[in-house]
Nanobody, 124 residues
């Protein structure tokens, strides 16, 4: 059963931009925070950004501050990650995740729902 699906990944040159989208098809009511994470092959999944239900509170990993922006459109059940000034070290699979509460969080195990991921590759 499809629940969270990421899109927008691809190949981009260093310095370029991509916008990831996460469509939430879960039939759920209530408010919840969302997050983006990233993972390289053989490495642990890392926090990237998180946003609360109304979009008033966001938090970013130090490595992406000032370059990435998380946002959401609750009318479309979609969360976005605008990635600017991309670097080769941003190459990873990016995952969106949903919590069951409104508060933001950076821990993986505080997110109950995950998408399958989308590959982002930044060439030098």
């Amino acid at each position: 059963q499809v629940q969270l699906v990421e899109s927008g990944g691809g190949l981009v040159q260093a310095g370029g931009s991509l916008r990831l989208s996460c469509a939430d098809s879960r039939r759920t009511s209530g408010a919840y925070a969302m997050g983006w994470f990233r993972q390289a092959p053989g490495k642990e999944r890392l926090f990237v950004a998180t946003i609360n239900w109304i979009g008033s509170n966001t938090y970013y990993a130090d490595s992406v501050k000032g370059r990435f922006t998380i946002s959401r459109d609750n009318a479309k059940n979609t969360v976005y990650l605008q990635m600017n000034s991309l670097k080769p070290e941003d190459t990873d699979v990016y995952y969106c995740a949903a919590r069951s509460t409104t508060a933001v969080a950076t821990e993986l195990d505080s997110h109950a729902y995950w998408g399958p991921g989308t590959q982002v590759t930044v060439s030098s």
